[in-house]
């Protein structure tokens, strides 16, 4: 009866981490050794699509999984999984980087901006992760083009709402709205459920 | 800086792609709309999924320094470490229902927590939207002694309304994933340790609401499992959720 513990939608939502985090959470440093294991990819991934550099890319994704480790006694499994614990605590931390280095320097240009699409070709050998990228992928094309560009532009970019509406010469309301019902129509093409 | 609107911002905040000042305003407001800090969390989880996609692979040499790093710093305490006291009830229900469930299965899997409790904080929390949903279903039911219990379920959520005065429960899932290919979600009572089939979910449906079959009185809780289409006469699988009929 294996296949009932993997009811989730996606294989790397799978309990074992959760457990991991736990372990580690009371000291394991082999059980973190494990989530390191498991999260580093993708904690690396979405903070280097953010900051592009790979040096800086490597030092805040660094501290994210210090950080994760640190605060893993007050991780609550109640509010979420793991992962996305982790992923968020990622995006979070990349996204501050950015925007703290974007107080002191002037904003790329709409063109460069444009240009900076997800590196979508560096992926892990890992079966699993091209099966997820795969599905991620022909979800974002289910999107209209304005929800795609102003999804993966806030994300991936890690811009903020009204500079997603500057670079594409866009009402802000139009953009929240995209933001909104991009993301809708992604969670269920995923059957993502909380 | 106009009026903003929380409601409309659920994207952006889940993305972060708000200001500070716009993101405290969401923050405020989710502590009191139930609906958009659900699909704050679906949102979160949905942008977990781009990360996923972006997943590229890390030098050897970070791993040893994230590794070293670990051994010098000092972990933070838990912010709340009160045990809930319908948890530790749960625990003992959900031991025995596990130990039943393994004489049937063909199968047993070790080492894997694959259902949550929450700490009393959540349980608060949880109770809100059980009884919000409850009124739902008491509308249905029309049931004034209704009585809920809720528990997370293979990542949805799960409420189990009983009127013991109709001697009847209903039971309302919100986002629980599909069963596998040629499986459903099979909802049985607890009775003495016997597990009495309350009928099955629709497999094609991640929110709904059925009414189960049979009497509640004798029950001392309510489980399901995954089965083959069609269930089964005892479960052949681990639960996913057991919950204990509500006082
Ligand atoms: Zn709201």
Redesign the interface.
């Known amino acids: 009866?294996?296949?009932?513990?993997?009811?989730?939608?996606?294989p790397?939502?799978?309990?074992?981490l959760?457990?991991l985090v736990?372990e580690a959470?009371l000291?394991d440093?082999d059980a973190?050794?494990a989530v390191?294991?498991a999260v580093?990819?993708?904690?690396?991934?979405?903070v280097?699509?953010v900051l592009r550099d790979r040096a800086q890319s490597?030092e805040v994704?660094?501290d994210v999984?210090?950080e994760v480790?640190?605060?893993?006694?007050?991780y609550?499994?109640?509010?979420?999984?793991a992962?996305?614990w982790i992923?968020?605590l990622?995006?979070?931390r990349a996204?501050d980087r950015v925007r703290s280095v974007e107080a002191a320097a002037a904003r790329d240009t709409k063109a460069a901006l444009l240009d900076r699409t997800?590196?979508?070709d560096?992926?892990?050998?890992?079966v699993e992760?091209r099966l997820?990228?795969e599905?991620?992928?022909r979800c974002l094309r289910t999107l209209t083009d304005l929800q795609r560009q102003a999804?993966t532009l806030?994300?991936?970019r890690?811009?903020?709402?009204?500079q997603?509406a500057e670079s594409l010469s866009l009402p802000l309301?139009t953009?929240?709205?995209r933001?909104?019902?991009?993301?809708?129509r992604?969670?269920d093409c995923?059957?993502?459920?909380? | 800086m106009t009026i903003i609107d929380p409601h409309?911002?659920?994207?952006?905040y889940?993305?972060?792609?708000?200001?500070d000042e716009e993101r405290a305003a969401v923050d405020r407001h989710l502590a009191d709309c139930a609906a958009c800090a659900?699909e704050v969390?679906?949102?979160?989880?949905?942008?977990?999924?781009?990360?996923?996609?972006?997943?590229?692979?890390?030098?050897p040499a970070?791993?040893e320094?994230?590794?070293q790093?670990?051994?010098t710093?000092?972990?933070?305490?838990?912010?709340d470490t009160t045990p809930m006291r319908a948890g530790r009830a749960l625990r003992g229900g959900a031991v025995r229902w596990a130990l039943a469930a393994c004489i049937a299965?063909?199968?047993?899997?070790g080492?894997?927590?694959?259902w949550?409790?929450?700490?009393a904080q959540?349980a608060r929390q949880?109770a809100a939207q059980a009884q919000r949903q409850a009124d739902e279903v008491a509308g249905v039911l029309s049931a004034p002694d209704a009585r809920t219990r809720s528990a997370?379920i293979?990542?949805?959520a799960g409420t189990l309304v009983v009127s013991a005065a109709r001697d009847r429960a209903v039971f309302v899932t919100s986002?629980?994933?599909?069963?596998?290919r040629g499986?459903v979600y099979q909802l049985w009572f607890d009775v003495d340790g016997t597990m009495r089939s309350a009928g099955l979910m629709s497999p094609d449906r991640?929110s709904q609401t059925v009414l189960m079959t049979g009497a509640t009185h004798d029950a001392s809780g309510v489980g399901i499992?995954?089965e083959p289409a069609g269930g089964s006469r005892q479960p052949?699988?681990?639960p996913?959720a057991l919950l204990s009929m509500p006082a």
């Open positions: 009866m294996k296949e009932a513990v993997h009811i989730g939608p996606h790397s939502s799978k309990p074992d959760q457990q736990h959470a000291g440093q973190f050794a390191y294991d580093s990819g993708p904690v690396l991934g979405v280097r699509a490597e994704a660094q999984l210090v480790w640190r605060t893993a006694p007050r609550r499994p109640e509010l979420g999984t992962i996305n992923l968020t990622a995006h979070r996204v997800p590196e979508y560096e992926v892990t050998e890992q992760t997820e990228q599905q991620v992928r999804v806030a994300y991936y890690g811009l903020t709402y009204r997603v309301g953009v929240k709205t933001l909104r019902d991009g993301l809708i992604l969670r995923l059957g993502v459920t909380a | 409309t911002l659920t994207g952006a889940a993305l972060h792609a708000l200001s659900q969390e679906e949102f979160g989880a949905t942008a977990a999924r781009l990360a996923l996609a972006a997943s590229t692979p890390a030098r970070m791993r320094q994230v590794l790093r670990i051994t710093v000092r972990q933070t305490p838990p912010a299965a063909a199968a047993a899997l080492g894997t927590t694959w949550q409790y929450g700490n959540d949880q997370k293979a990542g949805g986002d629980m994933p599909a069963p596998p499986k991640a499992t995954v052949t699988s681990k996913v």
